[in-house]
Every structure is written in C-alpha cells, then in structure tokens.
C-alpha cells in the first residue's frame, strides 16, 4: 500500500514512519521546503523518541520520501494545522481545504481519503466532501472518505499510535471500513467505527474535558491564594477520595489540542457550551495570575525562565503559555534570560548564564532537568535565591533558598 500524507509535523511524521515500518511505501509533503531538504537527508526536526531512526531506515530501504507536491497513492492522509477563527472561535478549515484541493489531481477512483487534522464538528459532512463531490466523486462508492483523528501524548507519541483505540469516522460504514483498512496496518489498539461527525466531536470532547478540569485546579489555586489555603494540599487530600481527580494547577496550557480544541465547540453553539468558554477562560488567565504574583516576589530585577515548552521534556513550544508570561514581565521591565533545555533557539542560554545574577527563577516547564538542580550552584550564582516553580515539580530545597509554588503564594 502507497500512503500520502499531508503535513510532516508532529503527527503526520511518526505517523508516516509507522507506515514505513509495517512496509507501506510513503511519501511524506509539507510546504516548508527546509524541512523536505532535511527529511530527505535523514534529519527529523521534531524532538520525539524513536522517530528519527524509523525514517532513516526507510529512507534507507526506499519506504519513505519527502516532497513538497503530493504524489499518487492508495490513500491520502491530512495532518495540516487546525487554528482557530479569534473572532468567532470557529475552527479555521483553510489549511485542510488547501490540502484537499492539492491531492485532487493525484486521487484516483478506490483510493482513500482521511482527514486526521483536529475539525470542528460537521467539517467532513458539510466542507470537505463537497470538494470531492465537485470533483465527480461518489463518496462511499469510488472514494472513500474519513475523519479519523489522532490521540497521543508528546513524548509516547509511537507508542500511542500503536497501542491506543483508534476512531474511525467515515461519511458512509463502506468508507469506515475501508479507513480501517488503512490504519489496520499498525494500530494494535480497538478501530472503532462510526460516523465522522461523531469521530469529530469526540475528539474535541476528550480535549475539553481535559481542559475543563485543568481550569478546575487553577481556579481552586486561585481561590486558596485569595483566603489563604495551600491549594497543594487541598488537591492532595481531595484526591484521597475514591471517585475524585482534582489535576495540578500550572501557568495555563499550550499544544493545539487543550487551547484551541474546545472552541471548536463552543463556536458550534456559544449559548449553550458555557462551562467549555468558562474553562477557557479560566486557563487563559493563568499567564496574567503568575505575572501578578512574580511583582509580587520581586518587583524588578532578573528573572530567569526556566522552560518553554508546554509539554514536559520536549521542545513542543505550540501555543505556550510561557511566551505571554514572557511578554508581560518584558513589557514590565524585568530583565529576562530564557533557559529551555529541549530547543535550540539564539536567544537561550545555558543554565549558568540563565542564574547569574538573577533574582527569580521561574519555572513554566516541567522538565526533569528542573526536578533536581544544583542548589549549591543556584545559591552561589544568583543574586537573591527564590524560585517560583509554577508546576509543583520541586518536593524541597535548601533553607537558604525560598520557594514558592500554588501551595504557598499566599505567603505573598
């Protein structure tokens, strides 16, 4: 079987490396032409494990190559972003649209056509068939066409794409099972079958409810800082209880799936979905509520920044709450010096140069870099000790280093 896929980003790629490894031969387009050049050269540009080796052997065994025009195949595979309209917070389909009209001309009668970008619900049925229909498809007949989106989590994103359940979501059962057939090539989990609109709003559910009970615990760490409890505390007894899981409250969320997905929904009906806006709203404001209390710790001087990525222990920086918080303490006049251990960027520095002299380290990250650091080091290089770890990652430090997470902050 030949798969193309559009969009060598952080899905489309492993996705087509797991292709390669069950001896599918892919070709793998994106618009960034640095990115081809590297790819075909063997060089993977995102931090995930496992991936760069599975595309260097095929490469080596002529299963995968990298161009910036689709070619023929059995099926097409969409993995193109999904902003959101911040107007109106409907789910920006552009890229999707342009990636179908792309394949038109290389698609055949039989093949398969999957979209796996995150859509807002009534996508498949409403936008992207049409273009085929235009095109002279029957689908369900000589084309086949699926929503069938992905659910990983950065860091085990191979091992999730092998092992979880796997929503299919066809416009007609025919086109279900034959986007089944496609993914039954590696997906080890449950295929299940079912409408693509259904495929559609289950997706961006499973991300609203995470975003919602993420808002949950920055809402309680908001309210024990305003009445004085250790909000740290509180989710660690709550959660003693059978049937309750408060999450940890942190700086706000990043990535595609928590901070754009749910509005997706409440786009769909915004007099209805307003816990979903609720949340959203709750978690944005994450950024301003560690800049109100970083003034408070220290009102001027150097801040040290530790972590930009919104996932820990990768250098996924999409959608980072880290650069608001950065924008806000510039615009303050702090002096900033960024220390983000998973990219490579001009304007980080290492982690000696990020403390010295520095009167705050702040922690946006949850790195294990930053689990266990050298205190003896942070004490001798900073000008005054303080941590605020916005991650509840550090269980204890030196006494002549003061810390500050969501258990303490009203302390301030």
């Given at each position: ?10 899905i489309?790629?492993?996705?087509a ?40 052997n ?5 299963r ?23 107007e ?27 979209v ?7 996508s ?10 235009k095109?002279?498809?029957?689908i ?18 191979i ?75 509180v989710?660690k ?23 754009i ?15 979903i ?6 978690n944005?404001s ?7 209390n ?33 924008s ?20 980080f ?8 002299g520095?009167?705050?380290?702040l922690?946006?990250a ?13 004490k ?23 810390l ?9």
């Amino acid at each position: 079987m030949k798969i193309c896929i559009v969009g060598q980003g952080y899905i489309g790629l492993p996705t087509a490396a797991l292709f390669t490894r069950s001896e599918c031969e892919v070709v793998g387009v994106d618009v960034n032409e640095e990115i081809i050049d590297n790819l075909n050269k063997g060089k993977i540009h995102i931090e995930e494990p496992g991936i760069a080796e599975i595309i260097k052997n095929a490469i080596d065994n002529n299963r995968y190559h990298a161009s910036l025009t689709p070619e023929k195949a059995d099926a097409f595979i969409i993995t193109v972003p999904t902003p959101y309209i911040a107007e109106n917070y409907s789910c920006d389909l552009s890229y999707v649209i342009e990636a179908c009209n792309e394949i038109l001309p290389f698609i055949e009668k039989g093949n398969t056509v999957i979209v796996e970008s995150t859509i807002a619900p009534m996508s498949t049925d409403d936008v992207i068939k049409p273009i085929f229909e235009k095109a002279g498809y029957t689908i369900g007949k000589d084309l086949y066409l699926a929503h069938c989106p992905e659910r990983v989590l950065p860091g085990k994103i191979i091992e999730e794409l092998i092992h979880n359940d796997r929503i299919i979501g066809g416009i007609t059962p025919e086109c279900s099972k034959k986007a089944s057939e496609v993914y039954g090539q590696f997906v080890e989990g449950e295929l299940m079958l079912t409408e693509a609109k259904t495929a559609e709003l289950s997706k961006c559910m499973e991300n609203t409810y995470r975003d919602v009970n993420i808002a949950l615990a920055n809402e309680l760490a908001k309210i024990c800082a305003e009445i004085g409890v250790n909000a740290l505390d509180v989710i660690k007894m709550a959660n003693k209880h059978p049937r309750v899981n408060l999450h940890s409250p942190g700086p706000g969320v990043g990535g595609h799936c928590l901070a754009i997905d749910p509005y997706f929904i409440y786009a769909k009906a915004p007099e209805t979905a307003k816990i979903i806006k609720l949340a959203r709203d709750t978690n944005n404001s994450m950024p301003q509520f560690v800049y109100e209390n970083v003034c408070k710790i220290i009102p001027e001087g150097k801040i040290s920044i530790f972590g930009v990525s919104y996932k820990g222990n990768t250098g996924d920086d999409r959608e980072s709450p880290a650069y608001e918080i950065i924008s806000l303490l510039e615009n303050k006049g702090y002096e900033i010096a960024i220390y983000e251990p998973h990219i490579e960027r001009e304007n980080f520095v290492d982690f000696n140069e990020a403390i010295e002299g520095s009167n705050l380290i702040l922690i946006l990250a949850d790195h294990n870099e930053f689990k266990e650091m050298d205190y003896e080091v942070i004490k001798d290089k900073m000008e005054t000790p303080i941590i605020f770890d916005t991650k509840n990652i550090i269980e204890k430090v030196p006494k002549e280093i003061k810390l500050y997470n969501y258990g303490n902050l009203y302390e301030l």
